[in-house]
């Protein structure tokens, strides 16, 4: 398609950032920028109909981490680069929680909850091998004798790290051992509980849908179905050719593409990591309500008013689920089906019909830092997400706007 020159005089004009992925991190980055200097000209750019990587496709969860998964990461990468990461997700749910009223983006904080199975019941070795948290014994499962001191550590650094709520001049704990809660929720060979209060659960397409009709308000322009091939630095900014016939110029070029940004540079850290899901019918007196997590965060499930929503299980089949596709597969799939009708629903259950199977593309990597950085003169990403782009993207947004003006 041809443009017009009112098309290139607009739309296709010079702009001050083009932003490429309509995601949590590409949209938070033009709300705060347009907050902070209304004049700015900002584009947009999304090569799907809708966001098309993990930002409408994931679980809902608004986290910051579980307790075996914090376990882990500090053996990854040690407890500093853990805290810094952490408080980049806590502050944003509270960023989240600023900007929009509960009721926008279906935000309800019941809490969430961390199952363990012990050593003696685990039926999946195969997903429990790749636990290597440094409370865990030889076979890879979490070794629950060390749940009480665990929690008492993370506990004692946390806290004071995110300036969690206090009462009487002390930090309430995050973490707390629910283990007596089992009976009560119906879990199925489960030995232990963990309790966080802080965790709740938002419906991420509304917060999506929010921050576009934030940023629009604004003057910022999405151009959805617009595919980058290439760009190009030099003095002025940055040159970018897309599937339209347009070229597009600006002075600087944010890459927020996430999972999808090897594809445009290829140097990135960064590898796609596909999180399936899916949501069952209605089940009569589900026992439950919150987010729950089981094996580091590799199995999430929440209530979805009275169904269940299930996913994760990549750790059964890491090969094949370093993939782009969006399809599920029948691996992970029954997988997943297991471990509801061994582990989340009470014995002697009716299988639930499942209504709806989908999956997105996360962006991992080589440790769970997000990536934030100047690739060339007046090009930038904001990538690496690592699973918990609802709460760490309004952090990384702000981070990368003040490299920008650096």
């Not at 199952?115 to 865990?136: I, P």
């Not at 009480?148 to 002390?170: F, W």
Request: net charge positive; glycine share 8%; with cysteine.
């Amino acid at each position: 398609m041809a443009i017009s020159v009112w098309e290139q005089s607009t739309y296709f004009a010079p702009k001050d950032l083009v932003i490429v992925g309509c995601g949590f991190v590409g949209l938070w980055t033009a709300y705060e920028a347009i907050h902070q200097n209304p004049k700015l000209n900002i584009t947009i750019l999304e090569r799907g109909t809708i966001p098309s990587g993990a930002s409408t496709r994931n679980a809902g969860f608004s986290c910051f981490g579980s307790v075996s998964e914090l376990i882990s990461d500090i053996q990854l990468m040690g407890e500093a680069a853990m805290l810094e990461t952490v408080k980049m997700r806590y502050d944003g749910l509270q960023r989240i929680q600023e900007v929009f009223k509960a009721k926008e983006i279906d935000y309800n904080q019941w809490g969430g909850y961390e199952l363990f199975e012990g050593k003696k019941t685990s039926k999946n070795k195969k997903a429990s091998k790749a636990n290597k948290g440094v409370s865990s014994d030889e076979s890879g499962l979490y070794d629950i004798s060390k749940l009480e001191s665990d929690i008492a550590y993370l506990n004692k650094i946390l806290a004071p790290a995110l300036k969690t709520p206090k009462k009487n001049g002390k930090y309430l704990p995050i973490y707390t051992n629910a283990s007596k809660d089992i009976k009560k929720l119906g879990f199925q060979g489960i030995e232990a509980l963990a309790f966080n209060q802080l965790e709740g659960q938002l419906n991420s397409a509304k917060l999506v849908l929010a921050l576009q009709k934030a940023v629009q308000a604004k003057g910022v322009q999405i151009l959805f179905n617009t595919e980058v091939k290439k760009f190009k630095s030099h003095k002025k900014g940055v040159t970018i050719t897309t599937n339209l016939e347009a070229v597009l110029e600006t002075k600087q070029f944010l890459v927020c593409t996430n999972g999808f940004a090897k594809q445009l540079i290829p140097s990135l850290d960064v590898v796609p990591a596909r999180g399936q899901v899916f949501v069952t019918e209605p089940i009569k007196n589900l026992k439950f309500k919150g987010c729950f997590h089981f094996d580091e965060g590799y199995y999430y499930f929440r209530n979805l008013g009275n169904r269940l929503l299930l996913g994760g299980a990549r750790n059964a089949d890491f090969k094949n689920e370093k993939t782009y596709s969006l399809e599920t597969s029948a691996t992970i799939q029954k997988v997943l089906e297991d471990f509801m009708m061994q582990r989340i629903l009470p014995k002697g259950s009716k299988k639930p019909k499942i209504e709806l199977r989908w999956s997105g593309t996360m962006g991992m990597g080589s440790i769970k830092k997000p990536i934030i950085e100047q690739l060339q003169p007046n090009v930038y990403c904001a990538v690496r997400m690592s699973g918990m782009g609802v709460a760490i993207a309004p952090i990384v947004a702000k981070k990368a706007l003040k490299l920008m003006k650096g």
